[in-house]
């Protein structure tokens, strides 16, 4: 594992967006994708770029249960806003949080997933470590699955929503097995809430009280954060 890190998120966000520049200009073709607000700046960047995915494909980690895609809350909503419409991938896939047949929907993606191996996927950390949605506690061989949030992730994720009683409890997210098969990864992390996971997550045991900390075990993992989230190493 690599970790870099930056004076600001701005900084680490350049570095990020290279580092797809140079993915995709050497031909990868299958991008896994983050929501959230820790990729926002790299999403302007490439918004603002020449960059062409016209013929790449891209897989999101994850969507909330209940939401439909035009929801303004739903990740659907958020990468077309922060990507699609000025980016568009040849085809994008994610989670379908109306499809209520939990068993159909989890099977759907995880055959995209195979028939598409995620060559680089883009990953956010949670206050407690969680990589997509998988919490602590979550299998490491874990696959696409309906997950619950926790307390804390509800907490977090407040602040996208006018109040906590809307964020919904359960995602459909990319299993912690299923991440662990990109062929690399970029995680990136920004803030001093996230210095704690990040933390367990550089200390290198793995636990699955941190989620993240199985990263270890990953052949090409990249940190990039601020200063901020790499204060406590
Ligand atoms: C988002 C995702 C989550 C977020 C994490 C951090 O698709 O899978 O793991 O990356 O919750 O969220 P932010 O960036 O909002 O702090």
Redesign the pocket.
Known sequence: MKLLTFPSSELASQHAFQMIQNALESGTKVFG???????EQLYALIRESSLDFSQAISI???EYYGLSPEHPKS?HYYMKQHLFTAKPFKTSYLPDGQNPNVEEETRRYEAIIEQFPIELQI?????NG????NEPGTPFDSKTSLVSLTES?IQ??QR?FSSKEEVPKQAY?MGIGTIMKAKSIIL?A??E??AEAIKGLMSGEITTDNPSSILNQHPDVTIITDEAAASLL
Not at 123 to 127: A, D, K, N, T, V
């Open positions: 994708l983050a929501t959230g607000g820790t990729p999101n980690l994850d990740y990953l956010g950390i949670g206050e969680h990589i997509g949605f992730t977090a994720n996208y997210s990136l920004f803030g809430n996230k």
